[in-house]
């Protein structure tokens, strides 16, 4: 499976050098939109009129040495959680198509077309975000580039976010990730993707989901790509990057949870990865990592996720359900299920759940695990109710688990370019992003080298 290659350093030296301009770089992306047949449910909207006006007048800012950043004019899309003035925000659903549009633009988006990124359009999503497989009977659901046995599914909930950076419809994509919403589809698509600590990028203006889990990251084409996007997004400086190797770096990979259930493809993959980092210097610790195996009870009723994303729609649950995908809210109403007690019960969990497993990392650079145990599912695979749920779980079990320690974690695909897509997962204790992706840039270039 291969995607486009260029990067967002490779694509802002060709503008500094004149080599090309933001508004080729923009037509280049509206033509693959109009030649590939996955557009129509991958993006919700397009905007070509104002993506042409801005990247014309990022072209005569730089001209005039006057781009924001050296990134100016490069395109990217938005997944349908964040507003964009004068546009509606759906979160992927029909229930609020009647919504007014959006006064003013999400904090995130703000960012990003101040640093001068211009906005295609809005990305197809799992309704509300409440599912890690990506589908959306709604819009259709965008498809994976690898279709070996059968249509396969993108990954959710940033489903078309992913799919638009895979088919070359964008150089970015704006995502969220509330049990992996960013990593899971990065993971199935070939890309990487990041989840930062959950209050490193200001929430406003994007559609909750869950207040305690909810964070916002990029999908990119390499660690690079997605640490640029994560300085601009949480306000904070670009990494220097080091040019250290990996020798002495220190990883701990769990003897439990993350590798139930795993398919022979992904530990395969996993394991020459590991090897392969090996060889470089990483040192890797099997242990036990008992706050994981807490997981399950806590969210045993639904968790956060549930009982807050039911507080936020029971309104809208109550007075058009039947609008809603019933897969969706089958979920939500799990929230119903939790009184005061369970959610006051569940927050203190957490609480400690998050100050141990910040004593059980503390001693290593990153724990490493399969972004997902699977590989992409056949769309004929989660069709049955049942079939859906069972393989959503597992789609989420691993990543969910840096979301409910609050940590910050990055996926890097490690499969066989030419089959299956497979991520590793590099986590760390929340608050590390930058030691953690400055890690993730070493251990991409010995996977990328070997």
């Not at 033509?31 to 014309?56: C, G, H, K, V, W």
């Amino acid at each position: 499976m291969r995607s486009p290659s260029k990067t967002l350093a490779a694509m802002a030296a060709d503008l500094s050098a004149g080599a090309i301009t933001s508004s080729a770089l923009v037509e280049e992306c509206l033509d693959q939109m109009e030649r590939d047949d996955a557009t129509r449910e991958t993006f919700l909207y397009i905007d070509r009129t104002d993506a042409r006006a801005a990247a014309e007048a990022m072209d005569k800012l730089r001209s005039a040495n006057a781009a924001p950043s050296p990134y100016a004019g490069i395109p990217i899309s938005v997944k349908d959680l964040f507003d964009i003035a004068g546009q509606v925000t759906r979160g992927g659903s029909r229930v609020l198509d009647g919504s007014s549009p959006a006064t003013k633009d999400a904090e995130a988006v703000r960012r990003l077309k101040a640093a001068g990124f211009i906005v295609l359009g809005r990305t197809n999503m799992t309704e509300f975000a409440f599912s890690g497989l990506g589908l959306n009977p709604h819009y259709g659901t965008p498809p994976n580039l690898w279709q070996e046995g059968g249509k396969r599914i993108p990954g959710g909930s940033s489903s078309g976010a992913a799919v638009s950076v895979a088919r070359g419809m964008a150089h970015l994509a704006l995502g969220t990730d509330t049990g992996g919403s960013c990593r899971i589809p990065a993971a199935f698509n070939g890309l990487v993707g990041y989840k930062p600590t959950a209050m490193r990028v200001p929430l406003a203006g994007a559609l909750p989901l869950s207040s305690s889990l909810d964070s916002i990251g990029p999908i990119a084409r390499s660690v690079q790509c997605c640490a640029i996007a994560d300085a601009i997004l949480s306000n904070s400086p670009e990494p220097e990057w080091s040019g250290s190797n990996l020798r002495g770096v220190r990883f701990v990979v769990p003897t439990n949870y993350v590798f139930d259930q795993m398919d022979n493809a992904v530990a395969i993959a996993f394991e020459n990865a590991l090897s392969r980092l090996s060889a470089c210097g990483a040192n890797f610790d099997r242990r036990y990592i008992e706050p994981f195996d807490r997981i399950p009870t806590i969210n045993a009723k639904g968790g956060l996720t549930a009982a807050e994303a039911y507080a936020s729609h029971r309104k809208m649950l109550n007075r058009a359900e039947g609008n809603y995908d019933p897969r969706v809210s089958e979920r939500l109403r799990r929230g119903a299920t939790q009184d005061a007690a369970d959610y006051i019960e569940v927050l203190e969990a957490r609480r400690l759940l998050v100050a141990d497993a910040s004593k059980v990392l503390n001693d290593v650079d990153g724990v490493v695990f399969p972004t997902s145990p699977i590989v992409p599912p056949r769309f004929l695979d989660v069709e049955d109710p049942t079939d859906f749920g069972r393989v959503n779980l597992l789609v989420l079990r691993n990543s969910t688990a840096i979301n409910m320690i609050d940590g910050c974690a990055i996926s890097i695909p490690i499969g066989d370019p030419n089959g299956a897509p497979v991520g590793i997962t590099i986590a760390a204790p929340r608050g590390r992003d930058n030691r953690l992706l400055d890690v993730a840039y070493n251990v991409e270039k010995a996977i990328r080298a070997n």
